[in-house]
């Protein structure tokens, strides 16, 4: 599994979010989670524990 920092990972996801005009709602939707999830991911608390997630994340152009 890819090791993720948290702060990279935490600022990556606000600014595809933000640059993107999507609520965290919204995100989570697309990547199929909670928004609960995305917040975490935001504050830096958490971040995604599988591979698929992360591919996903990915996939929407999110890099860190």
């Known amino acids: 599994m890819t ?6 990972f935490a600022r990556a996801v606000k600014r595809y979010r933000e640059e993107n005009d999507l609520t965290q709602k919204e995100l989570a939707e697309k990547l199929m989670t909670t928004t609960t999830t995305v917040a975490r991911w935001e504050l830096g608390m958490s971040v995604p524990k599988q591979d698929g997630m992360i591919r996903e994340i990915k996939a929407l152009g999110i890099n860190w």
């Open 3 to 8: 090791t993720i920092d948290k702060h990279k």
